[in-house]
C-alpha cells in the first residue's frame, strides 16, 4: 500500500488514480499531454486535438471545458474566415481571367 501524493489516503501500489480523491498517482505528465505539445497539435490538426486534453490526467474539469469551448470558437472562425479567404480569390480570378 502507498498514500496518495494528493490526499494521502492509502491505495494499491498499481494504482494509476486514486479512488478517494480521484486524481491521477504518478505526477509524471507523458510528452503529448504536455502544454506546448497541446498547442503544436492543435495548430497542426485543430480540433482533433479535444480527445487529448479530455484524457489529460491531471487536467481538471473546468480547465477541460474552457479549452473546449476556447478549441472549438477559434475553429468555426478560422473556418469562417477561410470560407470568406476563398470566395474573394474566386471572384478575384473569375473577373480577372473573364469567366
Known amino acids: 500500500m502507498i498514500n496518495c501524493p494528493h490526499c494521502q489516503q ?6 494509476k488514480w ?3 480523491c480521484g486524481k491521477a498517482v504518478d505526477s509524471k505528465v507523458r ?4 502544454s506546448p505539445s497541446l ?3 492543435f495548430l497542426v490538426v ?3 486535438i479535444l480527445p487529448a486534453i479530455w484524457f489529460h ?5 473546468i480547465t477541460k471545458l474552457i479549452l473546449t469551448a476556447v478549441v472549438l470558437i477559434l475553429t468555426y472562425v478560422l473556418t469562417k474566415y477561410t470560407i470568406e479567404a476563398l470566395k ?3 471572384s478575384y480570378y473569375g473577373t480577372a481571367l473573364g469567366i
Open 39 to 41: 498547442i503544436v497539435g
Open 10 to 15: 492509502q491505495i494499491e501500489n498499481d494504482s
Open 31 to 34: 510528452w503529448f499531454f504536455r
Open 88 to 90: 474573394t480569390i474566386v
Open 46 to 48: 485543430g480540433p482533433f
Open 18 to 20: 486514486c479512488r478517494f
Open 57 to 61: 490526467p491531471t487536467m481538471k474539469r
